[in-house]
């Protein structure tokens, strides 16, 4: 599957469908760290019934009592995951809501694999959602219907959201940001690196379209703000491009001196390429 | 100020509009929707936006000025001056118009000259000439048509699209009012005596008695002369010679080019008709037989005068042409069929033809009318006051008798011999200034900071 039809794949509706092809056509190869109960604590015995895994009835309790058990364990790891979510209008432009709504469900649905908790957050200029996530498929659900039924609107205002989110934050999660930074970039690192203080680690997808930097649009005379309204005139191509280049620029070498995992992705290079690229780097 | 153009004013109102659309369109047009702009304002670069706004409302106010100082100066704004804008002195130079290079420099300077006109524009036979004259400024004499004269002028004064403009035609003809503005003033320096009419009879116009001697210069080169006695006022002198292509009296001389045949026009009348014998004694033609020219309907005869009509029913042209033969039927069949009012509306195109169909003379620029048949002896042909003018035409042109160029001549003489009298308008010219080029430089300054911002 090329770029083009990951990207026809965003035209899906149902996000946990498409959030499964994507994962089918690409992710088979990714180890996802199956669960064996090696790192899971034991939790009790308790009595064998139609239908359990042969694998996991402890055939020495069987010889010692002479009685089938099962050895049930904590699904609890030590890591959690907290996805926070962009909704702000802005992200609507080019379809960058649909790609980010597929790539939180896919962190989510990798994470609920793993037997993970997670968190997700869904906010604007306040926050809307904010649930952590029980264990089974149900917890899965819901996230799916929570992040496919929100609709992007309003400002981008982060800080208050981050507070909250914060707050609930266990020590040692994975912080994820999926975001087009339409915000003060400043506040917004800033914010995410005193997330840091639990020992937490964050990583921030920035997400952009390649028309965002099309001298189509950057060309014209005016731009209207699709959040506040607000129309600029002047400026030219060259200008308001480099304006973004040394932005982007900026924001990555202030993340990376922070602390902070910092991911580019243009919403056209679809999901292979830079997940790939990141699971390689976190793997390392 | 007043404005000579002032229909163009009301586009001034029409320049909000422009603004507005200048304003909003280009706004409209290039208008695209982006994530979040704040980036391209953050504080380094909010001047740049200040600017470039300020910028975009400059360019717009310059359009507008430009478009405003545009229609100012295309509606002819003028101020008050002491000078008059324009002098056009339109002089008619004819045969006999006298005029002197001297004279008309004096005539403009008793007007006032420079200092009382900013131009002055001098026409001699619509040609330009720069003022003041000089002695190589002499033209030809020429007589050009009175239409074409009063065209010329109305066109030229039209050009300088002025209210501040004065005009003269000088001229030793009568003229009808040109238009309200223009005076005409009338100097004839004609000869006392002057050829007014040439053929079977010369006439001659004398402001005095006086004896004169006619000089004929033949076809075969010999010369005739012949003494008169004239009394005042147009005299009556039988022709002595047939042929001649030449003429003087005193002062006064005609030249008729080719040779014109000025003995009276041989008819050979074979109709009979009472009303065609008095038409042909009207014109001063000889009735002899074996002239050149038969007006009969005798099948027999070769040559006779018809008309043709124009008519849907017939696609060949030579079935419109009737001999004399065919001709009388034709009359007498349309007479059963038509009424005599509407046979009077029906053109006809004069010609000669022979028996055989062959067109001698024809004459399709002029269009005649078909009188009415009316009830005569022998035929339905009709003598009318047309039918004379239209055969004396036919007889003139059959013969080669005075041509055009001659005509034209002898009617200026005979205009000479009129009384005449100037025509002053009485219209005080406004002293104005037109001021349209500071607008137009106003609007060029803007155009090019247009250009170069």
Redesign the interface.
Known sequence: MNKKEEIELLKIPDLFLRSKLILKGYFSGIHFVPYKGASAEFSQYREYVVGDDFNRIDWKAYLRSGKIYVKESDNETNTEMVLLLDSSNSMNFGGKFRYAQTLAFLFIYICSKQNDLFTYAIFSDFLHILKRSGTGKRAIYDAARDISSRIAKGKTDIRPSLEKVFEKTKESSFVILISDLGDDYEKIIDALSGMRVKKNDIIIFHLASKKEESKEILDKNALRDMETKNIIFGGNYRERLKIIKERNGEIRNSSLSKGLDYNFIYIEDGFNEPLSKFFKRRMK | MRFFSNEYLILLYLLPIVFIILLFL??LK?????????????KK?EK??F???I??IIRILLVTSILANAILSLSKPYIKSNRIEHLALFIDKTPYMNYEIDKVNRFIDSLGGKEAFRNIHIYINQKKVKYPLKENDEIKPNLIEKQRVMEHISRTIFSYKSNSVKSILLTDRSFKRINLETDIIVRRDAPKVLITGIGRFIFLYSKDEVVVELTFKLKDKNIGKLTVNLKKGINKINSPVKEFDFVNCLYDSIKLGRGILLSRTNVNEKTGNKFVLSAIKSLDANLEENSDIEISYNNNIKKGIVFSKEDEKYTAKSELFSTDKNFDEYIRNMNKNLEYTSLYKIKGEPIIISKKGEIILSNKDDVYFVALPLDTSKSNFVITPSFVLLMDQMLNRFTGKSSEIVNKELNYRKELTQPYSDYLSGYETPKELDISFVFTFVSLIFLMILIFT
């Open positions: 280009k706004r290039e208008d695209a929707e982006y994530p979040f702009t704040k980036i391209f304002t953050a670069k740049r936006f600017r470039s706004f910028m975009k």
